[in-house]
């Protein structure tokens, strides 16, 4: 909590307010709402105008602002993102004396949904990639899958994603120590391995099958992703 004065400067800071600011009690008091040193900007790093803040929406409109939200940079180069609800505080005459605010820090909350629209970002770019593939856990549960898998392999993808790999198709492979899954996990490079799947239409494919190791973001690997390449007509030509 925070008590601005008619003025804009800070006269009251509690120490909760201290700590989401990381200011002392005489810094803050020494400061104006809009002072320079705290780098305001919006989420995204943008300049934040002045007529947006709190202080002055209060002061123009002598009504109470709710979630104005907005960032502060501190001295370390890093950045708290804050959600502001304030009200105006009024003399006998009923006159702008000021206001009071609330601050609270909603930087784990902002993260965490960049985070979750980054990855559904890689999830539609994933869905769009022309080579079909899938996402498979270190756990052998199929994670993603996208749509050129799903047209080549003729299934449907609420079929088969959550399901263990082994159970959607059985590759020559599966269940023994060169599954590629396991050879990632064991610090050898995955290989590629031809296999002919018959498809639900009854029609066969051959498919060339690869895999990569799938990374977090220590570089752990967390699982593999598998691309199958439909190499049928190269093997006919072969044959011919």
Known sequence: IIHVDAA?????????????????????SNRV??????????????????????????RKSLRPVFDVRHAIRHK???????SINAAPLFDRDK???????????????????RELRRKASEVEQLSEISIPLVLISRNFEILRANNAF?????????????KMCHEIWQGPRCKTDNCLLKLALAA?????????R?????????????????????GNITGIVETFTDISKEKQS???
């Open 150 to 162: 799903c047209r080549a392999l003729q299934v449907r993808k609420d079929d088969i994603v959550g």
């Open 95 to 113: 006159a702008f004396n000021g206001m009071v605010a609330t601050i609270e820090d909603v930087t784990q909350i902002h993260l965490a949904r």
């Open 76 to 82: 370390d180069g890093s950045s708290t993102f804050l």
């Open 198 to 218: 018959e498809l639900p239409d009854k029609t066969r494919k051959d498919l060339l099958v690869q895999a990569k190791p799938y990374r977090d973001e220590a």
């Open 8 to 28: 804009g400067r800070i006269q009251f800071a509690n120490p909760k307010a201290e700590e989401v600011l990381r200011l002392s009690k005489s810094e803050i």
């Open 188 to 196: 050898k490079e995955p290989d590629s391995y031809e296999v002919q």
């Open 33 to 58: 709402y809009n002072d320079p040193q705290w780098q305001i900007t919006d989420f995204e790093g943008h300049p934040f105008p002045d007529e947006e803040l709190p202080f002055v929406q209060v």
């Open 238 to 240: 072969t044959e011919q």
